[in-house]
């Protein structure tokens, strides 16, 4: 998962970028248009450290990364001479696409280079490659001569809003800037010209979509919305009906901060049982879920602290939206019985992750899954809880309120064929 961002100039991408930043904290990058050629600024680390020039020029590309593929040192956009490219997403058939990139994102840009060489113009370069590639991307490349490419999948996997000329992963980031919104269409190509849309078309047949569910259950900023949802309004619901799925006798509601709050919120609505603020985190630490391995479980041991006043006593329901290796859980429910809480149900407002993601998600390996062999019963002596209760398949669908959506890593149903080979070849460009 990556965060994206185009506009007429570097230092309102850089703004777009902080808007983005809990998509992507393992690098970040702009590039843009000078004197006819391409510049780049970007490195390893959040926006701030990385990102060492970024001017009042343009028109410009930028990028958050949290890599699903090319391993944790890469850094995008991608840059060439006369090209540069950045993408959220994961592209599964890159070797079949470039068979010499080591990464989607370099497979990408070699690709849209090899067919300019063969007399087409940028757009219907980029539209041919982007035809073949199979996965998800939402995408913004730049042209030395000031052009700027705008695309999403025609799934609809990820997030892309605009008020042209600026384009950003979520309208969160773009109403930060004081932007209206619109969010890109599904199986879009679009062109820009000095910041006005010149070309557009279809990338290729229109499918039926597959919005991801876990944009809604986890990454988005609450204010941001995706194909017309809301996402603090639906993890509310999320949290409503787990609550009458997974009812349990207690005395206090807890968020996980940041993203289980909302959850939350709608747990203790519904269940009646008032809501505090009992877990307190370590701001500076980051997200741990996108972090690389090794330093995820540092983060877990230091990320949260608990007021003793809150829970000594009582019998607790701690809420969180998901839960993908158990990192972070048997941690806190440790640090909860040990400042005296008398019971600690855990409740998740998003069902099972069971299956690998191949659309851009950083669990592709099912060995990394906690709940992949395990029930509710497995993982409540596993974290040393007095229960544990998911939201079901069906309750997310009703919480979001799409009947579209990509819910592979809930259900291992994917929403087309992907071979034994895709598969190695994504896995070996994660670990490269």
């Known amino acids: 998962m ?7 100039w570097a230092d309102e991408v850089y703004v777009l970028l902080e808007g983005l930043q809990h998509r992507g904290q393992e690098s970040a990058g702009v590039a843009w248009v000078e004197d006819g050629e391409i510049k780049f600024s970007g490195g390893m680390g959040l926006v701030k450290d990385a990102i060492k020039e970024a001017p009042h020029k343009g028109p410009a590309i930028g990028h958050v990364r949290y890599s699903t593929s090319g391993g944790y040192a890469r850094v995008q956009p991608v840059v060439t001479k006369k090209l540069a490219l950045a993408f959220n997403g994961n592209i599964i058939n890159f070797k079949f696409l470039e068979p010499s990139s080591r990464w989607d994102a370099e497979a990408l840009i070699k690709s849209i280079i090899n067919e300019k060489t063969k007399g087409l113009d940028l757009f219907e370069a980029a539209r041919r490659v982007l035809e073949r590639a199979k996965g998800s991307y939402s995408l913004v490349a730049l042209a030395a001569d000031g052009r700027v490419l705008v695309a999403r999948d025609p799934w609809g996997f990820r997030p892309l809003a ?13 109403e930060d800037i004081g932007m209206t919104w619109e969010e890109l269409e599904p199986n879009k190509l679009v062109m820009l010209e000095e910041g ?30 995706f194909n017309g949802v809301n996402v603090h309004v639906s993890r509310v619901r999320m949290g409503m009906i787990l609550a009458e799925e997974k009812p349990a006798d207690a005395d206090v509601v807890l968020p996980v901060p940041d993203s289980g709050r909302s959850a939350a919120i709608g747990y203790s609505r519904r269940s009646g049982i008032p809501l505090d603020e009992g877990l307190v985190k370590n701001r500076y630490l980051g997200r741990s879920f996108i972090m690389p391995p090794g330093l995820r479980e540092v983060i877990a041991m230091k990320k949260y602290g608990v007021v003793k006043e809150v829970v000594e006593g009582k019998r607790v329901v701690v809420v969180d939206d998901s839960i993908v290796r158990g990192t972070t859980m048997k941690r806190i429910v440790k640090l909860l019985k040990e400042k005296g809480a008398e019971e600690v149900h855990v409740r998740i407002a998003s069902p099972p992750v069971r299956a690998p993601c191949y659309m851009g998600i ?59 080979e895709e598969v190695r070849s994504m896995l070996k460009a994660h670990k490269a």
């Open 196 to 225: 006005v849309p010149t070309k557009e078309a279809k990338i290729s047949y229109d499918r039926r979509k597959a919005y991801c569910a876990f944009e809604y259950v986890y990454f988005q900023r609450p204010e941001s919305y």
């Open 162 to 174: 605009y008020r042209w000329p600026h384009v950003a992963s979520e309208t969160a980031a773009l």
């Open 2 to 8: 990556c965060g994206v961002a185009a506009a007429p």
């Open 362 to 420: 950083d669990f592709p390996s099912r060995e990394e899954l906690v709940a992949a062999e395990r029930g509710e019963e497995e993982l409540s002596e596993l974290w040393g809880a007095d229960s544990v209760g998911y939201l079901s398949v069906e309750g997310l669908r009703r919480a979001i309120g799409l009947e579209e959506l990509c819910v592979a890593c809930f259900t291992d149903v994917y929403p087309f064929p992907i071979s034994e």
